[in-house]
């Protein structure tokens, strides 16, 4: 249904309109099958988006962006990936500001990707920048801020810094909710914390709690 778009503000004077929205439907199928799984055709679909000039200047384009940076790391091709994902969050900078929550999940894909490169000083960095932005907003979302908190305690664990991940880990604890799916994801990395730390008796009792 686009009778919405094309009566909306501005769009009967952009005459590259169509080739716009055009492109980004072609990134969502993209981004479709790429988390089928059907990265060939993933790549397809995605070339497609991306060669349309006029799509630079979508206001969905940093988020096709961030999925095919994505559906890059998937594939293998992490400096690649990296690249991308700081292409989308210079883009999301320039259009929504380093205050959005637009800004940040594209932030926390960074920091995924340089999790996963063993860029553990990038990511800390990343992290804390993250948990800054969040906590400077009025009413922050306390699950994303649950999240924040464990994505750094997963970078404090994987370098050693067990104590403090510990901490972070608990802290994030206190901000979830029992019933959400966030609750059952810390619970697991703290013990899976614990069982490092030899505490087998605590790691039993952590992961008991989050089947439950």
């Known amino acids: 249904d686009t009778s919405s778009y094309l009566h909306g503000p501005g769009t009967m004077d952009d005459p590259n309109?169509?080739?716009k929205e055009i492109a980004?439907?072609?990134?969502?199928?993209?981004?479709?099958?790429?988390?089928?799984?059907?990265?060939?055709?993933?790549?397809?679909?995605?070339s497609e988006a991306f060669k349309?000039?006029?799509y630079e200047k979508h206001r969905d384009h940093s988020s096709a962006l961030t999925n095919f940076a994505f559906h890059t790391l998937h594939k293998g091709e992490f400096r690649k990936a990296r690249i991308l994902m700081e292409q989308a969050l210079s883009l999301a900078h320039q259009l929504f500001g380093q205050q959005s929550y637009e800004?940040?999940?594209?932030?926390?894909?960074?920091?995924?990707?340089?999790?996963?490169?063993?860029?553990?000083?990038?990511?800390?960095?990343?992290?804390?920048?993250?948990l800054e932005i969040l906590n400077a907003n009025d009413s922050p979302d306390k699950d994303y801020l649950a999240y924040l908190k464990m994505q750094l305690a997963r970078v404090?664990?994987?370098q050693g810094y067990y104590q403090s991940?510990?901490?972070?880990?608990?802290?994030?604890?206190?901000?979830?909710t029992p019933s959400q799916i966030r609750y059952y994801q810390i619970t697991m990395a703290l013990s899976a914390?614990?069982?490092?730390?030899?505490?087998y008796s605590e790691s039993y009792n952590l992961a008991l709690k989050a089947t439950k």
């Open 17 to 19: 309109f169509m080739q």
């Open 156 to 158: 404090k664990h994987l």
């Open 165 to 176: 991940a510990e901490e972070l880990y608990n802290g994030a604890l206190d901000l979830a």
């Open 52 to 54: 349309t000039k006029s």
């Open 24 to 46: 980004n439907v072609n990134a969502e199928i993209g981004w479709t099958f790429s988390l089928r799984g059907a990265y060939d055709s993933a790549e397809v679909y995605f």
């Open 103 to 130: 800004y940040l999940q594209i932030l926390d894909g960074l920091n995924t990707i340089d999790i996963t490169l063993a860029n553990y000083s990038e990511a800390e960095s990343g992290c804390n920048k993250a």
């Open 193 to 199: 914390l614990q069982c490092d730390l030899t505490r």
